[in-house]
């Protein structure tokens, strides 16, 4: 079932991806959308919708595109390194023989089991990340994959990110609840239908980050020394409707960073300096990409706004391998500036009692393997020696 809508307002180039992406989170019909070059969206839908319900469907898409495209404006592309035409063997989509040959299982909405080929690019990204930064001083932290609902509103990520969120819930602690979950509970359609009001108040959610344990690691705190840095890997979560497909949009993922906390001065320096060394990995690899300035995927009615204000001040740039089966990019990892936005809301002060600022380098390891692979195949004959001889070592 298809359905279609001509949007009465142009749609610019530069917005085009962000409204197809931001239109998933419209309405529970939508299996898939796309926009052909006439500014036409085409619509699957996962079920017939009634003429009012089409209407309605309309006004949503309408209003997404609206709000886009009148507080967007087109930003300025700083690019920083482009090693995109460095050639690559690979020309096609990895997912299909990754899935036919069971190195991926597909288990879940975004989620995916990782064979030995993957989980192996994955672990060696991983160590030599941490290498990394541990030569440049970092200290390795642990933390949990939940962060407190209360952090999260102090800094504004319900106003800024709602559409991702994903919850943890529990039990109320209640015997007759309980009694009546485990008795009544079923699973339908994948789908769990429950008892009214089992749950209690949700006080934890998901992270979807691993920056932010560290800051609330150092809330309240003055720091000894006027920059901190940690390293540590962590299990995220990001919830993006029809846009998880693949290993590019997954659901949950694994995210290698170093953080810093520290002067201004100080935080922006070691972000030059860690990320240069971690360009310099990713040449060593072999990898065809670009470092460019970006913008995270806020939601839709603070899109223009708080893209607009991370442009103008050079808050965040990507790292965008490419992807030659669908002449496209993917953004693996990038460079974040926060200036003092988490010292000022935890409360991290440094030596001379002034508001501490941050910054941090993290990359998807699950993405910079699907981008690695989309580059040059799932065949380690065809990989660079130094990837090869690592994961696969001559007896």
Known sequence: MEHTFQSPRPIPDFLRKDVVSKLAYVDESIAQVTLDDHDTLHCHLRTELTPDQRQILDGKMQQVIDLLVT???????????????????????????????????????????????VAGLCRYFENRFFQLALSQGAGIHRFPSMIPA????????????PHSLSFAAHLRTDLNTIERFATETRCQDGVLHLPKDSFSGIR?????????????FLANRTLPHPLA?????????????INMH????????????????????LVKEALLRVGQEASLLLQEWGLAYRLENANDPFFIREFGMQTGFQNIYDLKYEYRARLPFKEGTLAV???NYHMDFFGRQMQIQLPDHTTAHSGCIGFGLERLAFAFLAQYGIDPNQWPESIRTALFPTP
């Open 71 to 117: 507080s967007t404006r087109q930003p300025m592309i700083k690019i920083i390194e482009n090693h995109l035409d460095r050639p690559v063997p690979g020309r096609t989509d990895p997912m299909p023989q990754l899935l036919e040959t069971g190195q991926l299982v597909h288990t879940g909405d975004g989620m995916f089991s990782l064979g030995p080929l």
């Open 150 to 161: 209360s952090f999260l509103e102090k800094i504004q990520y319900f106003k800024n990110f």
């Open 204 to 216: 934890h959610l998901l992270a979807p980050t691993v920056c932010h344990n560290y800051y609330l």
């Open 229 to 241: 840095m940690a390293t540590a890997l962590g299990t995220c979560y990001r919830y993006e409707s």
């Open 246 to 265: 693949s290993l590019e949009r997954l659901w949950n993922f694994t995210m290698w960073e170093v953080i810093f906390v520290g002067t201004a001065n």
């Open 333 to 335: 990892g990038s460079r």
